[in-house]
């Protein structure tokens, strides 16, 4: 037997038997099935495309298993220990698990807080290997954590220093993403005039590739937002609609919030029967509650230019009316809508009754 018949017989039959192991795994117990995944990374012997296959396979059920136990520590240290074991596996391959896992992290309670200090050492480790790729992005994705945790200084630095080499680059894609969060960070600044810039250079990248519907989605929903802000709010509900129905296909839960905008535009545009017809909708069923009963409650008191009905609302509903945008918008400017007209009654009446004494 040749040396090469010899070495196909031996990646055969190391292939059978990782693909044994991994069939124990998944008819295994839990406990069981960590000790046979782990098994399975460890192997380093293996380096067919198969074998490559399989070793993500567990290393992404271990992670999903560390995930579900919310076990951060520990989730943590496979994200460092695996790098070795998965070295000769190609570059994009190795991005993708490291990606997989990091994302996972953060989906944990208390994940944001240890994926900042990850997310780091990630960083810092693609720089020593040359891994350009994979940096960009984990560094895209801390701009991200630092903006849920509302560190936006922290955000719009690390977005300045991953946009000055990914413009070079003209990774149209990563474009989007950093512009995203971008748009996002500027919004809770209530810097509107750069959130609008940063929003224009989203849909600039975006023309040259395409998007995943999420991102679509996430596009419209800040183009929305936008336009709300600037008090464009027949715009805004179109922006809000085109967000809601490709949420809604991707069964996301941020839908019900694009709804609430959408029903807040309607409100503020004294649209009220169609405040009623949207909430009746086959689409909108599903997200009634407690949010959608303050909101109708307003449309009803501006349906009937009841200063008091409004007032009532804003005292019952208070908690269901903290949004940001609901709040800054909905509140004064349905405030304003109700007792102008009354105001200006007062006004004439005074006029009038100054006229009949002269």
């Known amino acids: 037997m040749c040396i090469r018949d010899r070495y196909q017989r031996r990646v055969h039959g190391d292939l059978s038997q990782m693909q044994r192991l991994w069939e124990e795994a998944q008819a295994a117990k839990k406990e069981e099935a960590v000790k046979i995944y782990e098994t399975i990374i460890k192997d380093v012997t293996n380096i067919s495309e198969d074998d490559q296959r399989i070793k993500e396979s567990a290393i992404c059920a271990l992670g999903d298993v560390f995930a579900e136990q919310k076990a951060l520590q520990y989730l943590s240290q496979l994200i460092v220990s695996i790098r070795p074991q998965i070295s000769y596996m190609p570059q994009a391959r190795i991005a993708k698990i490291i990606r997989m896992l990091y994302d996972k992290l953060l989906t944990i309670e208390g994940g944001l807080e240890a994926g900042l200090a990850i997310g780091k050492e990630i960083a810092e480790w693609c720089i020593k290997e040359k891994r350009t790729f994979l940096k960009h992005r984990i560094q895209t994705k801390l701009a991200s954590v630092y903006f849920e945790l509302k560190k936006y200084n922290d955000a719009l630095k690390t977005i300045e220093d991953v946009l000055h080499e990914v413009r070079k680059l003209e990774d149209m894609l990563l474009l989007v993403d950093i512009h995203l969060v971008e748009t996002k960070v500027y919004i809770a600044l209530e810097n509107v005039a750069k959130a609008k810039a940063s929003l224009t250079a989203v849909k600039t990248a975006a023309t040259t590739v395409n998007l995943h519907p999420a991102v679509q989605a996430e596009i419209d929903m800040l183009s929305g937002y936008i336009a709300a802000e600037e008090k464009d709010y027949s715009t805004g509900f179109s922006y809000f609609y085109e967000s809601f129905q490709g949420l809604t296909s991707l069964k996301d839960p941020k839908s019900k919030n694009t709804l609430l905008y959408m029903i807040m535009c309607k409100i503020l545009m004294k649209s009220n029967d169609d405040v009623f017809s949207i909430l009746n909708s086959k689409l909108a069923v599903q997200h009634q509650g407690l ?46 809508h109700l007792t102008l007209p009354t105001i200006l009654l007062v006004q004439i009446s005074v006029v009038a009754v100054s006229l009949k004494k002269k």
């Open 291 to 336: 949010q959608t009963e303050a909101l109708k409650a307003i449309a009803t008191a501006s349906k009937n230019k009841s200063i008091v009905e409004f007032e009532k609302c804003i005292n019952v509903y208070q908690s269901q009316l903290q949004d940001p945008l609901i709040k800054n918008h909905i509140i004064p400017v349905s405030y304003t």
